[in-house]
């Protein structure tokens, strides 16, 4: 419907008055059918209206929060009670009350302090309400680093607050290192609290074990700030007070219980992609997992980039979630209904589902609510909470569409007031937005209409709102089916995949998992996937507390500092079975027969509870859509398992089946070995990690050759250039956990070059028995030999990395001997003629490509195949062209393959270099080393 047209610089008045009129209001513009906009006084409804309702008012910000800093200060909020659900309800505030209690505790008056507030949640009775406040004496800039976010709780019928975590110790413990940051509550079936905060309080209790420098808060991956995951809160001190149950490097926010008990919450994963989408854990911490999103992030209006947040479980079961960009000036975007139960993203079903077409997600309404930042010509919803009376109206934040009135006269720099904007129905072609203007309304989707229940006013805005109902409890999550207690007691779990070669249900394997799983074929002796390598991120913190310089990272920040948590062998069918320590972020790599990893990174952290098997069919190309790591929905394992095989038993072709029998048709090779080994003590872990990839050929039956052991590949005890407190193998205090492998360049692998070994004899005649003593440039007066300088003198790329370090993994330019004796670049002057028939010179030099490359020791075939048998060494430089000269000097000779290197280095020396370059190259894998800090 068309109203009649605002004059210049009409009153807001008139805007609210439109609003307000039960007019179809939200349309307009191309955008379909309209949601009915009802007056507050008409045909109130009383089972929403006796329902207490708390908000959260706010002045609209001059600047825009980013979802990425879930603790950005916004002050000025204000939390509002109100008995009922009506418009001409009284409000009560307790802003007042906070400020007071915060005060007396700082010993400060009320009017000192500002406050910002949000995360409103209701207990399943309708009883409490809690949410997150942060108060800040004046001035903000000086006192804000002093300040934590903190958890409240209001009792809804004595209207009375109170902090949830009464001693002021515990809620401020770690504030100085990064901690006690407690935002976003929410109740659990057994009135424990899920929170998102910078607790870390596992994290920061295996930091204390594992001897760290300093004990902190680990900064997300941006290094912005403290990671914000998941912690639950147990007012009753049934158990432990405080629980860290996600172990994310990056935030996890809005945290809200299903039906089911689980948890869901929204997941900043900012490992290999920068989005947020929806996961689920059990309140144990098991059973992470994606839920939806993960390959929607461009799935907003016309493509929009967008984030998953607040989402809610309808009656329904389908998922409520406001989506919009990162930091959306509108300061909301548009509600849209996910079914979570058919469909892993926007256009993309489960496994049970993804050939049928549809969409996993729709808007909560017809009209044209946008999620990007153009003109939303139905508004926008900036929150949305479900009511529980079996209807499925909604309570939402929304702001109308409003743009700067086309007739409005403006002078330069002139803030346009109420006066000068009009609705977009009225100026449907007028692209100039105005101010968000939010109030709360309750949404009908049966009846498409929406009543106000706040009304909005210029310059404020209602964040959010929710109601204190009485409503279902979630169920109780018991123990899940997969759960080992002798895992649990070691504080372990275990990770179990069916098949790497397994890509969504498709065996991708070189030549069919049952024909490397059959011992005596040429495709056993050829399987590509031989190991695994389980690695995990190594925390960061804050500059202010503990600064790692730049050059500890070496070459290459995008690795990250990573040690290695250990190795299991890979079964011939390719399945896994690995016991992990439990409370840990982790992440793997498959690796080939030499210990080096093969396919694409698994850039996604994982992580296990204690007792918790997790399983999993297979891998996933991250180049595709298909739903993958959601529970429940997994294809089917392109890995035949085990079969009847001759002599009636169950078991794989060609394996010595009376020791390694399988227990059911179907069975992995991994579940049999599990089943079996080891054969003194079954019940012991078969596959716990081990410090190096070691294998014992026990499949292969009697009638066939058995492959060849690999043991040749541990440190070795008589390396004794690595002194007792530098060690690769590094254990915590706690003696029941397995050692981690951190590698540091200049105590671990520079050793390798300088290490006394059989001398080798050069074309000239000299022995060598150090690398060093060829691979040298005395005093800057010899080219060392292959143009490679293994010493550890300072490097003229960058002074604090060894020279040694920087040949090896940067490219460089060709030296030689000048006509005066010394060493210098090699460099050819050329001349050439543009275009314009204009002459010019340029001055080349004579590259030497890097021999070993960070992040990949297959991709150092270079320096590698020295060691098996390939060529070695750089080639001849290129010829010089016709139109080049080049400074008098003496090249040195071409030094491929003159001297045999296949046997210098041991295999676990070689293995040691492997894991280093494959896990990033770093120059410092312990980034809390005592001489990062001289």
């Known amino acids: 419907m068309q109203g009649p047209v605002l004059s210049k610089r009409a009153h807001s008045a008139a805007v609210l008055a439109l609003a307000l009129s039960c007019l179809t209001a939200c349309g307009g513009g191309g955008g379909g059918g309209g949601v009915s906009l009802v007056s507050g006084d008409q045909d109130e409804d009383p089972v929403v209206v006796e329902i207490p309702i708390a908000y959260v008012r706010r002045p609209v910000p001059e600047q825009f929060s980013d979802l990425r800093d879930p603790l950005a200060f916004n002050p000025g909020a204000q939390l509002l009670l109100r008995e009922r659900a009506a418009t001409t309800a009284k409000d009560i505030d307790i802003t007042a009350q906070i400020t007071a209690i915060v005060a007396e505790e700082l010993a400060t008056e009320a009017e000192n302090l500002v406050v910002d507030?949000?995360?409103?949640?209701?207990?399943?009775?309708?009883?409490?309400?809690?949410?997150?406040?942060?108060?800040?004496?004046?001035?903000?800039?000086?006192?804000?680093?002093?300040?934590?976010?903190?958890?409240?709780?209001?009792?809804?019928?004595?209207?009375?607050?109170?902090?949830?975590?009464?001693?002021?110790?515990?809620?401020?413990?770690?504030?100085?290192?990064?901690?006690?940051?407690?935002?976003?509550?929410?109740?659990?079936?057994?009135?424990?609290?899920v929170f998102s905060s910078t607790r870390q309080i596992a994290s920061q209790a295996r930091q204390l074990n594992e001897g760290r420098a300093q004990i902190f808060s680990a900064l997300d991956e941006d290094r912005r700030s403290p990671a914000a995951v998941l912690h639950i809160y147990d007012p009753l001190l049934r158990a432990e007070e405080f629980q860290q149950i996600s172990f994310n490097l990056s935030h996890d926010l809005d945290p809200t219980v299903l039906a089911s008990g689980e948890i869901l919450f929204s997941r900043w994963n900012n490992t290999a992609t920068d989005h947020i989408s929806l996961y689920r854990v059990e309140p144990s911490g098991a059973g992470l997992a994606p839920v939806y999103g993960f390959h929607s992030q461009n799935a907003g209006t016309d493509g929009a980039r967008i984030a998953f947040t607040q989402a809610r479980q309808l009656d329904d079961g389908r998922l409520a979630s406001v989506v919009h960009g990162f930091s959306p000036e509108s300061l909301g975007g548009e509600i849209v209904l996910i079914d979570a139960a058919n469909f892993a993203d926007a256009d993309q079903g489960l496994w049970n589902n993804r050939n049928t077409g549809g969409s996993g997600q729709e808007s909560l309404t017809d009209t044209e609510v946008r999620s990007d930042d153009l003109i939303s010509r139905g508004g926008q919803y900036g929150s949305v909470y479900p009511l529980r009376d079996g209807t499925g109206r909604l309570l939402v934040t929304w702001s109308e569409c409003r743009v700067i009135d086309a007739d409005a006269t403006l002078l330069e720099g002139e803030v346009a007031s109420a006066g000068?904007?009009?609705?977009?129905?009225?100026?449907?072609?007028?692209?100039?937005?105005?101010?968000?203007?939010?109030?709360?309304?309750?949404?009908?989707?049966?009846?498409?209409?929406?009543?106000?229940?706040?009304?909005?006013?210029?310059?404020?805005?209602?964040?959010?709102?929710?109601?204190?109902?009485?409503?279902?409890?979630?169920?109780?999550?018991?123990?899940?089916?997969?759960?080992?207690?002798?895992?649990?007691?070691?504080?372990?779990?275990?990770?179990?995949?069916?098949?790497?070669?397994?890509?969504?249900?498709?065996?991708?394997?070189?030549?069919?998992?049952?024909?490397?799983?059959?011992?005596?074929?040429?495709?056993?002796?050829?399987?590509?996937?031989?190991?695994?390598?389980?690695?995990?991120?190594?925390p960061l913190p804050d500059p202010d507390i503990f600064e790692i310089p730049r050059y500890a990272a070496g070459v290459s920040t995008a690795f990250g500092f990573r040690e290695i948590l250990g190795y299991v062998p890979i079964e011939p069918d390719g399945s896994v079975s690995a016991n992990i320590p439990a409370g840990r972020p982790f992440s793997f790599e498959?690796?080939?027969?030499?210990?080096?990893?093969?396919?694409?990174?698994?850039?996604?952290?994982?992580?296990?509870?204690?007792?918790?098997?997790?399983?999993?069919?297979?891998?996933?190309?991250?180049?595709?859509?298909?739903?993958?790591?959601?529970?429940?929905?997994?294809?089917?394992?392109?890995?035949?398992?085990?079969?009847?095989?001759?002599?009636?038993?169950?078991?794989?072709?060609?394996?010595?089946?009376?020791?390694?029998?399988?227990?059911?048709?179907?069975?992995?090779?991994?579940?049999?070995?599990?089943?079996?080994?080891?054969?003194?003590?079954?019940?012991?872990?078969?596959?716990?990690?081990?410090?190096?990839?070691?294998?014992?050929?026990?499949?292969?039956?009697?009638?066939?050759?058995?492959?060849?052991?690999?043991?040749?590949?541990?440190?070795?005890?008589?390396?004794?250039?690595?002194?007792?407190?530098?060690?690769?193998?590094?254990?915590?205090?706690?003696?029941?956990?397995?050692?981690?492998?951190?590698?540091?360049?200049?105590?671990?692998?520079?050793?390798?070059?300088?290490?006394?070994?059989?001398?080798?004899?050069?074309?000239?005649?000299?022995?060598?028995?150090?690398?060093?003593?060829?691979?040298?440039?005395?005093?800057?007066?010899?080219?060392?030999?292959?143009?490679?300088?293994?010493?550890?003198?300072?490097?003229?790329?960058?002074?604090?990395?060894?020279?040694?370090?920087?040949?090896?993994?940067?490219?460089?330019?060709?030296?030689?001997?000048?006509?005066?004796?010394?060493?210098?670049?090699?460099?050819?002057?050329?001349?050439?003629?543009?275009?314009?028939?204009?002459?010019?010179?340029?001055?080349?030099?004579?590259?030497?490509?890097?021999?070993?490359?960070?992040?990949?020791?297959?991709?150092?075939?270079?320096?590698?195949?020295?060691?098996?048998?390939?060529?070695?060494?750089?080639?001849?430089?290129?010829?010089?062209?016709?139109?080049?000269?080049?400074?008098?000097?003496?090249?040195?000779?071409?030094?491929?393959?003159?001297?045999?290197?296949?046997?210098?280095?041991?295999?676990?020396?070689?293995?040691?270099?492997?894991?280093?370059?494959?896990?990033?190259?770093?120059?410092?894998?312990?980034?809390?080393?005592?001489?990062?800090?001289?």
Not at 154 to 183: M, T
Not at 436 to 460: K, N, S
């Open 117 to 193: 507030i949000k995360g409103l949640e209701s207990s399943f009775d309708g009883e409490t309400i809690v949410f997150a406040a942060r108060v800040v004496p004046e001035p903000v800039a000086a006192n804000l680093e002093t300040t934590t976010w903190n958890l409240w709780q209001l009792d809804v019928q004595s209207e009375q607050v109170s902090y949830l975590i009464p001693s002021r110790i515990k809620r401020n413990e770690g504030l100085e290192s990064g901690g006690a940051q407690d935002i976003a509550p929410h109740f659990l079936a057994d009135d424990r609290i």
């Open 420 to 538: 000068d904007l009009a609705p977009c129905t009225l100026q449907p072609e007028n692209t100039d937005s105005a101010p968000p203007l939010y109030g709360a309304w309750i949404y009908d989707p049966a009846a498409d209409t929406q009543r106000p229940v706040v009304i909005a006013e210029e310059g404020f805005w209602i964040s959010e709102i929710i109601a204190a109902e009485n409503r279902d409890f979630p169920d109780l999550l018991p123990p899940g089916e997969r759960f080992d207690a002798e895992l649990a007691a070691a504080d372990q779990g275990q990770l179990r995949i069916a098949s790497v070669y397994d890509f969504d249900g498709v065996d991708s394997s070189p030549q069919g998992i049952p024909n490397h799983a059959r011992p005596g074929t040429p495709a056993f002796r050829e399987r590509p996937a031989r190991f695994l390598r389980v690695i995990t991120p190594v």
């Open 590 to 934: 498959i690796l080939d027969l030499r210990g080096r990893s093969i396919g694409p990174r698994h850039n996604y952290w994982l992580q296990l509870a204690p007792g918790e098997v997790l399983e999993c069919a297979g891998c996933h190309d991250h180049g595709s859509a298909q739903p993958h790591g959601l529970v429940g929905s997994q294809p089917t394992s392109a890995n035949p398992g085990a079969r009847g095989i001759a002599g009636g038993v169950t078991g794989y072709p060609g394996t010595d089946s009376d020791s390694l029998f399988a227990q059911d048709s179907g069975a992995t090779m991994a579940e049999t070995w599990d089943f079996h080994m080891p054969a003194d003590n079954p019940a012991a872990a078969a596959r716990a990690l081990d410090t190096a990839p070691t294998y014992e050929d026990l499949w292969s039956g009697p009638q066939v050759n058995a492959d060849p052991p690999i043991m040749d590949r541990e440190y070795a005890a008589d390396w004794t250039d690595i002194p007792p407190e530098r060690a690769i193998l590094t254990r915590g205090f706690d003696a029941t956990q397995p050692p981690r492998s951190v590698i540091n360049y200049i105590d671990h692998i520079q050793p390798i070059w300088e290490r006394l070994r059989t001398p080798v004899t050069d074309a000239m005649g000299t022995e060598h028995a150090h690398c060093t003593s060829c691979h040298i440039s005395t005093d800057d007066a010899l080219v060392p030999a292959g143009q490679l300088d293994l010493t550890s003198s300072p490097s003229d790329l960058d002074p604090e990395h060894y020279r040694s370090y920087r040949e090896l993994l940067s490219g460089d330019d060709e030296q030689w001997i000048d006509t005066g004796g010394a060493l210098a670049d090699r460099v050819r002057t050329c001349t050439e003629t543009n275009n314009e028939g204009e002459t010019f010179t340029t001055v080349q030099s004579v590259s030497v490509a890097a021999t070993l490359r960070a992040g990949s020791a297959n991709a150092s075939s270079a320096f590698f195949q020295c060691f098996e048998g390939g060529s070695c060494g750089p080639a001849d430089a290129p010829a010089l062209p016709t139109n080049c000269v080049e400074d008098e000097g003496e090249p040195v000779p071409a030094t491929r393959n003159t001297i045999n290197h296949v046997g210098m280095l041991s295999e676990a020396e070689l293995h040691l270099i492997s894991e280093w370059l494959d896990i990033g190259a770093q120059y410092f894998n312990n980034p809390f080393d005592s001489r990062l800090q001289d």
